[in-house]
């Protein structure tokens, strides 16, 4: 029996969004069209889509959201594509106006700093309506970059004096005293990422007047021993390389008026063998107390290279194996 070949015009408004919707080398388009097994034509300012009515139908919800999307940010990416089309498949295309209408905050150059998934939308409600939060998740699903986005949102809004970000610097096979240099520059390059994503949202000198001011503390975690932070929004990254006694040593560092949030990725270990991770006992006994929340956030929320969640779904597969 034939499958019947319906054809469908959709308009676009704005003829400067075609080239970015239509991606380098029309690659956008060539992927929506072997991925919904239509043909996309452009004719006289109007898509033509041609195909079997379901996918017809598929395609057109598709690119009402990416036009959508293009007026919204201006450019779409491959991870932005591959999402919305699954969102589409799903029937969740209406949450994709959620994700374009929900902005953190705007970096230095302009630039709004949204969720791209809906579990990266999770995250920063949780974050919003608690004062702990605990972000788990693989590399590559903004769970720090966000959370910096919030921190820096709420000190600009006046909900906190000051922003509080800390790492504990593990030696991954490298020993520091064998590394030249005094001691803050043996744990700079453990801050690294911390600072390149404060340097992205703020600018290279807004970032420097506020350090030099003390609104903005980035130092390794054992630093933090011994202080109450008050009014403050505190971050702790690679949350993994805590021992148990680290954890509860930066969880009680809490004072009023502050928030904090943990971050950390449970399949990157690197603490000596016979460590227990903080990050995983934490998981395990404070799940019932309310005001703290664990959100966890899945190779769906990689928003790095597409490649990257090929690699982690490889390597979950790998250790299952070996399980």
Not at 94 to 104: A, C, G, N, S
Not at 235 to 248: G, R, V, Y
Not at 305 to 317: G, M, N, T
């Amino acid at each position: 029996m034939n499958k019947e070949i319906v054809e469908k015009s959709l308009a676009i408004d704005n003829n400067s969004l075609i080239p970015e919707l239509f991606g380098k080398f029309d690659e956008n388009i060539k992927v929506i069209e072997k991925e919904y097994n239509v043909e996309i034509l452009l004719r006289e300012g109007q898509l033509k889509i041609i195909g079997e009515k379901i996918s017809v139908d598929l395609t057109e919800k598709l690119l009402f959201k990416l036009v959508e999307m293009l007026k919204k940010q201006g450019k779409i990416s491959n991870q932005e594509l591959s999402y919305a089309m699954q969102l589409v498949y799903e029937g969740n295309e209406d949450k994709i106006q959620e994700l374009l209408d929900d902005i953190i905050c705007v970096t230095a150059q302009g630039k709004s700093i949204r969720p791209k998934t809906l579990g990266q939308k999770k995250y920063i409600d949780s974050i919003r309506k608690n004062d702990i939060v605990f972000g788990i998740g693989p590399a590559g699903t903004g769970k720090t970059y966000l959370a910096m986005a919030t921190a820096v949102n709420a000190f600009k809004n006046g909900e906190v004096n000051r922003i509080v970000l800390t790492r504990p610097a593990v030696e991954a096979g490298e020993s520091l005293g064998f590394l030249p240099g005094d001691l803050q520059e043996k744990v700079d390059p453990y801050l690294r990422p911390i600072y390149d994503a404060l340097f992205d949202i703020l600018g290279f000198e807004t970032y420097g007047k506020f350090v030099e001011k003390g609104l903005i503390e980035v130092a390794p975690l054992a630093y933090m021993r011994g202080r109450t932070l008050d009014s403050a929004y505190v971050i702790l990254d690679e949350a993994q390389n805590t021992t148990n006694e680290q954890m509860k040593m930066f969880l009680t560092r809490l004072g009023f008026g502050s928030k904090a949030i943990i971050t950390g990725d449970i399949t990157q270990i690197d603490l000596p063998k016979g460590k227990s991770s903080g990050l995983k006992i934490a998981s395990k006994i404070l799940t019932d107390i309310k005001g703290l929340e664990f959100v966890y956030l899945g190779k769906n929320d990689i928003v790095r290279h597409p490649l990257v969640q090929k690699i982690i779904s490889a390597y979950e597969k790998f250790d299952k194996s070996e399980n």
